[in-house]
């Protein structure tokens, strides 16, 4: 008896091994999540950062279908659009205290949001707002319009020239952007999403293996964009959302290739995966309106083998040490420009060769907040890449290290990228990180036969 449970052991050990899918909520259930998270931000958060930033009224609006990216972030579950003309204002009559909210609309938006015009009353929806601005009278009077990010730069122009037409003239002088306090309120996360995130990351995780492993990929039948098309039917069917279309490329062993050098600008040509292959992937899913940005890398065993040879798993290893380089500089109050010019020293000291284009993940994939580095430039990045680290933030760490590997006799490219979260003293991958090459498929023993 002991025998067989042996001989069945090492049977399942040629076979993915995948864990039951994390828990993905009904659509029903995702709403209450988010409604409940939104209060809780307006609630707990946003009279922080209006103190911090120092305004003390800020307004946001959008015409349906034309989204300011901050009021998506605003609105109710239930509402996928602005409807007319939404005008959502948030007061604080004085530092740290709790915010005050309207909506200057025909409707109640979600739970905090409540109805401040009557257009039987008042037919001018921009009287109204003038109406609640003179009442309050603000010291300053926050607007959508930046700069540096275009997740504050949603007000539109029409709009924009509306609303200082409309304004008395002793309170347009009050009129600021309202870069930062978008930007901190699109960054920060809470408590409860925080709880929550490592799950979302688990699920993501969960999704690149099974597109990774023997389950999807036949060598020599298989396609890349196979299993591209894979990750979009499998987000749907788990009743998930993208924010971008995946991508998986090849690395080979023919010194006349190049991969390593392909520019990122040029999606990589569609290939029939072969024993062999250095996969990469570039995946990431949209759940309970938080973002995943994933890379992770898998090689195709050949005839014989039972592992991934050691001088890829080495070269791999370098990749990990590029991220410890560059999460031991995540300072608080540094600047992204500053984190990356810190790690590129690292780097050059150590002989890493590579480039580093970190950004901030949230409620967008390439959200708001420093961004360290980009693929095409790794000198500073003027305006986003000024922007200080703050506690309670959410990062992409994306990177490269180039490693020649002489087995191949050519350069072989490790390409990483993870979700984390920055407490204000250290980085902490929301569900780890993968520290080893994946092997296709996952044998770790063979029967013998």
Known sequence: MKRLFVLLGLFLATFPVFSQHPAVLSQREQAAVIDSWLEERIQGLLPSLMTETGIDMWIVMSREYNEDPVIRTLLPATWHAARRRTILVMYQPAPNQPVETYAVA??????????????????DQWEALVKIIQDKNPKKIGLNFAKDYGHADGLTHFDYEEFMRKLPANQASKVVSAQTLAVRWLETRTASEMATYKHIQEIAHHIVQEGLSNMVITPGVTTTDDVVWFYRERIKELKLDTWFHP??????????SNEANRSFAVRPDNQVILPGDLLHIDFGITYLRLNTDTQEMAYVLKAGETEVPKYLQDAFAVGNRLQDILTSNYLEGKTGNEILRAS??????????????THPLGFYGHSAGPTIGMWDNQGDTPGAGDFPLHANTGYAIELNAVVFVKEWNKEVRIMLEEGA?????????YNGRQKSILAI?????????
């Open 106 to 123: 025909r409707y109640d938006v979600g739970k905090s949001f409540k109805r401040a015009w009557n257009p039987e009353e008042q037919p």
């Open 441 to 449: 498929p996952r044998v770790s023993n063979y029967l013998g036969y």
């Open 421 to 429: 979260f920055f407490d204000g003293k250290k980085v902490t991958y």
């Open 247 to 256: 991508s998986v490329d090849i690395q080979r062993p023919d010194p006349n």
């Open 344 to 357: 590129r020293i690292q780097m050059e000291k150590e002989g890493i060769k590579g480039s580093i284009y």
